[in-house]
């Protein structure tokens, strides 16, 4: 039995490409391992508190000094850290909105990076603490991207690194609002890509 951890983080519901590619992709390693256990965790229908100062303490305070509500969120982001943890393959769905990720997937990985839990400091910087892993990013794009202004794929593979998970890959279908054959022919090149992978 494996264990699949899936997040959805489209604004767009069942019209989002990101998820019609991830549900193929994931139906394709179902059919491969057909004793994979499923955990789909929707980032927009369930979003997750965003950063501020009372959340900052609650992550770094002794839970002594932390309110109810402080505890609550260190609670979370230790249950969310457990289920990354369960998963043997993570396959995120990944939109870019204005140049960048959706700001739920920020939230859920402000959670997931705790000094001492998922990351440690060490005299040569910081070392991951989870272990190692398949990490699929299915990320969407309505245009294109010059490699040196791509702030989708690289920032979430800095964080991946930073909490110990290096094998990640990528799989882009971009130009999916630039024309009806733009689109056609990046979602074939996707589906094709995501059938060799699977
Ligand atoms: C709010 C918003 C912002 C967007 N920003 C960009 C952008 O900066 N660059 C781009 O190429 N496409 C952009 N798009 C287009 C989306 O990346 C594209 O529609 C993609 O399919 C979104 O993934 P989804 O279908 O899974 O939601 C944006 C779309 C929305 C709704």
Known sequence: MTTLLYLKTSANGERSRSAQLCERFIQQRFD???DTRLITRDLVTQPLP?????????????A???SAEQLAYRHLS????????????????LPLYNFGIPSQL??????????????????????GLLRDRD????ATRGGTLDSNDDHQI?????????IGIQRVHALIADGLDLSPDSREQSLLAAHQRMAEIA
């Open 32 to 34: 491969a391992q057909p």
């Open 50 to 62: 965003h950063l501020g100062a009372e959340q900052w303490d609650a992550l770094r305070l002794p």
């Open 64 to 66: 002594s000094e932390c």
């Open 78 to 93: 230790d249950a969310l850290i457990e289920e990354f943890e369960s998963a043997d393959t993570v396959v995120i769905a």
């Open 106 to 127: 920020k939230a859920y990985f402000d959670l997931l990076a705790r000094a001492g839990v998922s990351f440690e400091f060490t005299e040569t910087g910081p070392k």
């Open 135 to 138: 990490v699929y990013l299915i």
């Open 154 to 162: 690289p920032p979430v593979r800095q964080f991946l690194s930073l």
